[in-house]
């Protein structure tokens, strides 16, 4: 049965949640309802927003090739962000990770990377070819959220794999740890081996010394940053900053062009111009302001019963080196809970949109839309779910981790060669052909070329018992399917 193509599911979905649901969002993106959309910018919209979506010209300047007032937009964004050259992006940082990637890997290079990296990252090895050397991150016992690498295991994977073409790294992590990130890039600069970082959840720390150092700041040679989660951009709009002569300017245009669409969206391009502008002028005083409610609202979080709230304690000197207090991270464990459990009570009994769940923690993203009604709510929520659950020490979430199964064949040979859908409890062994993971935050239960395990299977039922999303896996009337290679 076809069908009714006269429906508008989508749509009438975003209408009902954007302009109807009254809720208030801790997930991304930062300019939260359009709180943070700077005032000219809305004024320009409303209904001339169809006037403003058009193509190149010559007065408009090209994306591909900006040499007018794009060119002059990305130099002024460079400058602000510490960078020698930035590129506007139009498909998100997931775009940027993947032609940083390919601006220096191609089929068989070898890239050290962090296993908690995000799904682009896969989807770049899958692209470029590359080989993939894994940096387990350290992960905190007590909440099970994964933090950065350690210095000693960057040296240990130098050290073993001298011929790597590139480092890549997390600046923060989604729990807003950061690595002692300019320790690692100066000992990767003295091999000559170029840093990449996914600074996506931190477009903000060159804005206020309350926040880490960028990844700009310390040496990295490339960086990308998601302006739309919390610099006030619009959804998908980003920007990819590069420096020094590592990575060839020119080269890293050409591998833009390569992915990067023709029609760019001038929409998308314009939000990151006045977003800069917005930063340039008012950030420091509106992050001021958003610590102060931030600090106010962690301390009462972490006052109520059973519930912890992750920061500086947590903090070591190498793979927790800095922290964003703008991550909001609330462990839920004591009171039997999972934070999958969690993050669905929060939205359906005081519609709070949180950012994500793990197996013991909730994240709540703070940004320059917020204000103090909306920490008042979140805080509510908080206290709502202490009143609504009843502590229980003896029965704890169970923890998922990082699990780094072993790899067979690279992810872009597996990807290419012939695979079968096979039950999920008949995929042990076998070799998958695809990356499966839960989204967010998008860091695989296993990739391309990897033997599937007991883990990955009992990982991925508790997930799916839990309400996740889990992508690369396929739904069928009689259970779950993955693709593995046929001649596993």
């Not at 729990?175 to 000992?187: E, P, R, V």
């Not at 001038?266 to 600090?295: H, K, M, P, W």
């Not at 109520?304 to 709230?309: A, K, N, R, S, Y």
């Amino acid at each position: 049965m076809k069908n009714n193509q006269d429906a508008a599911p989508l749509f009438n979905a975003l209408v009902n949640y954007g302009l109807k649901s009254g809720a208030t969002p801790f997930d991304v993106p930062g300019h939260k309802f359009g709180k943070a959309i700077p005032q000219a910018f809305k004024d320009a919209v409303g209904e001339n927003i169809f006037k403003l979506d058009v193509n190149s010209m010559k007065e408009l300047d090209s994306l591909s090739n900006p040499i007018g007032v794009i060119a002059e937009a990305e130099q002024l964004a460079a400058e602000l962000f510490g960078a020698e050259n930035a590129f506007f992006l139009v498909n998100g940082s997931t775009s940027g990770v993947q032609q940083m990637i390919l601006s220096v890997c191609g089929d068989h290079d070898k890239l050290i990377m962090p296993r908690n990296a995000h799904k682009s990252t896969y989807n770049a090895l899958v692209l470029s070819g590359a080989h993939p050397v894994y940096l387990e991150p350290h992960n905190d016992d007590e909440s099970g959220v994964s933090m950065g690498v350690t210095l000693q295991s960057v040296k240990q994977a130098l050290d073993m794999h001298p011929d790597a073409k590139a480092l890549f790294l997390l600046h923060p992590t989604y729990f807003g740890y950061t690595q002692s990130l300019k320790a690692i890039i100066d000992l990767a600069h003295r091999r000559n081996v170029p840093v990449l970082v996914d600074q996506s959840h931190g477009s903000h720390f060159s804005l206020h010394e309350a926040f880490p150092p960028s990844a700009m700041a310390l040496g990295a040679d490339m960086a990308t940053i998601s302006m739309h989660k919390t610099g006030g951009s619009l959804t998908q709009s980003s920007i990819l900053l590069h420096q020094g002569t590592r990575i060839k300017k020119s080269y890293v245009r050409s591998t833009i062009n390569v992915f990067q669409t023709s029609s760019a969206s001038y929409l998308l391009l314009a939000s990151l111009d006045i977003a800069r502008r917005q930063l340039a002028l008012e950030g420091q005083e509106r992050f001021t302001t958003l610590l102060d409610q931030v600090n106010a609202v962690r301390s009462r979080i972490a006052a109520l019963p059973g519930l912890e709230v992750l920061g500086t304690e947590r903090l070591n000197g190498d793979s927790a080196f800095r922290f964003d207090p703008t991550k909001i991270t609330v462990d839920v464990s004591a009171y039997g809970v999972s934070g999958f459990k969690a993050y669905d009570y929060f939205k359906a009994n005081h519609n709070v949109q949180l950012e994500l769940g793990e197996s013991h923690v909730v994240l709540a993203v703070a940004a320059i839309g917020d204000d103090e009604e909306a920490f008042e709510r979140l805080y509510q929520a908080c206290k709502g779910f202490t009143n609504d659950f009843t502590l229980n020490h003896k029965t704890t979430p169970r923890k998922i981790g990082v699990h780094m199964p072993e790899m067979v064949y690279t992810p872009r040979n597996a990807f290419f060669l012939p695979s079968a859908l096979v039950k999920l409890e008949q995929s042990e062994g076998l070799i998958s052909a695809d990356s499966i993971m839960v989204y967010p935050p998008g860091v695989p239960l296993v990739v391309p070329g990897e033997r599937v395990t007991a883990r990955t299977i009992q990982d991925y039922r508790f997930l799916e018992q839990e309400g996740n999303v889990l992508i690369g896996a396929h739904q069928r009337d009689d259970g779950i399917y993955i693709n593995v290679l046929a001649s596993a």
